[in-house]
C-alpha cells in the first residue's frame, strides 16, 4: 500500500524560505513522475512543480525562479524548496506521484503553507 506523506509546512514571513518533503511510508515502487501541486483558499488546485524520472523538471510559471524540485525516486521521495515567498504562495501543498508502469496517481494530504508577516 502506497501512503503519501508531506512535511515541512508552517507560517513563513513574505520573503522567508520553506522546504517542503514528501515521502512514501508504505510499499516502494517505480515512480514515472513525482510533482507537488497546491490549493490556494477558494481556487482550485494548480501543478506548481513536477519531476521526470529522467530528471527533468518543469515550474509554474509563478513559481520559476523561486521553488526547486528534487526528488530520490529509489527512495520515493521528492522535495520543494521555496525561497522568496510570497502572501500569494500561500496554499495547501500537495504530492502527487505517478507509477512508471500502471499509470495509478497517488496524493498525498497535504500541507498547508501561510506566508504572511
Known amino acids: 500500500q502506497v501512503q503519501l506523506v508531506e512535511s515541512g509546512g508552517g507560517l513563513v514571513q513574505p520573503g522567508g524560505s520553506l522546504r517542503l518533503s514528501c515521502a512514501n511510508s508504505?510499499?516502494?515502487?517505480?515512480?514515472?513522475?513525482m510533482g507537488w501541486y497546491r490549493q490556494p483558499p477558494g481556487k482550485q488546485r494548480e501543478l506548481v512543480a513536477a519531476?521526470?524520472?529522467?530528471?527533468?523538471?518543469n515550474y509554474a510559471d509563478s513559481v520559476k525562479g523561486r521553488f526547486t524540485i528534487s526528488g530520490d525516486n529509489a527512495k520515493n521521495t521528492v522535495y520543494l524548496q521555496m525561497n522568496s515567498l510570497k502572501p500569494e504562495d500561500t496554499a495547501v501543498y500537495y504530492c502527487r506521484y505517478e507509477a512508471r508502469f500502471s499509470g495509478m496517481e497517488y496524493w498525498g494530504k497535504g500541507t498547508l503553507v501561510t506566508v504572511s508577516s
Open positions: 519531476l521526470s524520472r529522467d530528471g527533468r523538471a
Open positions: 508504505g510499499t516502494s515502487f517505480s515512480i514515472r513522475t
